[in-house]
Structures are given as C-alpha cells and as structure tokens.
C-alpha cells in the first residue's frame, strides 16, 4: 500500500510540474505561431518550427514575464512620447530575459 501513495505522489508532483510549464494559453501559443509563421514562411515545416520555438519558451519563461514583455515590446513599437516611457523604463532586464529565451528556442528549433 505505501507503495501506491508513494506512486500516486509522484504521478502528482509531475504533473504539477508539467502544468506550470505549461502555463501558456492555448491562444497565446496559436498567437506566436501566426506571427512567426507570417515572418518565416507558410509551410508546415516552419509550423513544426514555430511551435517548438514557443514551447521551448514556455519551458524557460513563465506567463506572466512573457506578457509583460510582449506588452513593452509592442508599446515600443508605437510613436510619440508613449513609447518613450517604455524605452525608458526599467524593463530593460524583463526584455533581455525574453530575448535569451527566444534565442535559445531559435537555436533548438530552427
């Protein structure tokens, strides 16, 4: 019998695990791969491309930092004094680390 719970903990702690890596929504995901997809090319093997390199992200970035990122990044694209704020805020770090995460799926997945 201790055997069994020991057996049902880890089946539990794995699957905790598992969940917060996979943390990202599914039309967060699907978000990703339309726009790398967009930039890459329409082909299946870029498809395969493209979702690896956003589950990779997924394994190194949590959620909540992806967003915040995608949200300075996209605000930085706008004109005007609005984005000046974004360019200058300390956000520099949470930027950095989505870029280290996108460059290391880059080099797993394509």
């Known amino acids: 019998m201790k055997g069994l719970g020991l ?13 917060a890596v996979n ?5 967060a995901r699907a978000d ?4 790398c997809m967009a930039t890459n090319g329409q082909t299946r093997d870029m498809l395969d491309k ?7 992200i997924a394994t190194v970035l949590p959620y909540d930092d992806y ?14 004094e609005r984005s000046a704020v974004f360019r200058n805020m300390g956000s520099n ?5 989505y870029r280290r995460a996108e460059a ?7």
């Open 104 to 110: 290391e799926a880059e080099i797993l997945c394509f």
């Open 93 to 97: 770090d949470m930027v950095a680390n």
């Open 32 to 35: 990703y791969v339309f726009v």
């Open 50 to 56: 493209c979702s690896c390199a956003i589950d990779q």
């Open 67 to 80: 967003v915040k990122a995608e949200t300075v990044l996209a605000m930085r694209q706008m004109g005007g």
């Open 23 to 27: 943390d990202y929504p599914t039309n």
């Open 7 to 19: 057996l049902a903990l880890l089946l539990w702690a794995g699957s905790a695990q598992a969940q």
